[in-house]
T-cell receptor, first 112, second 113 residues
Framework: AQSVAQPEDQVNVAEGNPLTVKCTYS??????LFWYVQYPNRGLQFLLK??????LVKGSYGFEAEFNKSQTSFHLKKPSALVSDSALYFC??????????FGRGTSLIVHP | DTAVSQTPKYLVTQMGNDKSIKCEQN?????MYWYKQDSKKFLKIMFS???????INETVPNRFSPKSPDKAHLNLHINSLELGDSAVYFC????????????FGPGTRLTVT
């Protein structure tokens, strides 16, 4: 069965510092990997995806993620955090079954 | 222009009632989904339709029945509502050829009293 692990319930970072939100996955076949962001009382918004090609993918709002096949990881990164980045972040995977599986979410808090 | 819309946004009802939530997407996508997000923000897929055909039907009580009248619409009907059905329900859509990223509606907050 495919699964996604987001090991941190919460990540705290100071504004202007780099941020990383971790994600590891388990899937049969080639993975399709995604990051989504959810602001309070809103639906999820797509940030970026990896399907094939360059291991470093760039997405919306200055976010990027690095696909690491050997470590089965897809960590979300941003060089300089903004207070407005504070939100709930979800990693998701879909594999051969085409059923999308989401992680439990990581709350990112950026302090001024 | 709203890409994925849901109605109603809020739904408060009593146990035992039957209710429906409607979803529409104007993105031209071929696949639509229903998700349930509980109070701990855990997101679980319930159903998925591709071109009006049911392709994903996860472990969901029979009281929940999806209906897709056409590619742009996916409705969710819930019979005999229970307290545990209280959650936020999200509709989403995606397109296979663009990589399956999903676009979510604003959610319907269902409260069963």
């Amino acid at each position: 069965a495919q699964s996604v692990a987001q090991p941190e319930d919460q990540v705290n970072v100071a504004e202007g510092n780099p941020l990383t939100v971790k994600c590891t996955y388990s899937v049969s076949g080639n993975p399709y990997l995604f990051w989504y962001v959810q602001y309070p009382n809103r639906g999820l918004q797509f940030l970026l995806k990896y399907i094939t090609g360059d291991n470093l993918v760039k997405g919306s709002y200055g976010f990027e993620a690095e696909f690491n096949k050997s470590q089965t990881s897809f960590h979300l990164k941003k060089p300089s955090a903004l207070v407005s980045d504070s939100a709930l972040y979800f990693c998701a995977v879909r594999g051969g079954s085409y059923i999308p599986t989401f992680g439990r979410g990581t709350s990112l808090i950026v302090h001024p | 222009d709203t890409a994925v819309s849901q109605t109603p946004k809020y739904l408060v009802t009593q146990m035992g009632n039957d209710k429906s939530i409607k979803c529409e997407q104007n993105l031209g996508h071929d696949t639509m989904y229903w998700y349930k997000q509980d109070s701990k923000k855990f997101l679980k897929i319930m159903f998925s339709y591709n071109n009006k055909e049911l392709i994903i039907n996860e472990t969901v009580p029979n009281r929940f029945s999806p209906k897709s009248p056409d590619k742009a619409h996916l409705n969710l009907h819930i019979n005999s509502l229970e307290l545990g059905d209280s959650a936020v329900y999200f509709c989403a859509s995606s397109q296979a050829r663009s990589g399956y990223e999903q676009y979510f509606g604003p959610g319907t907050r269902l409260t069963v009293t």
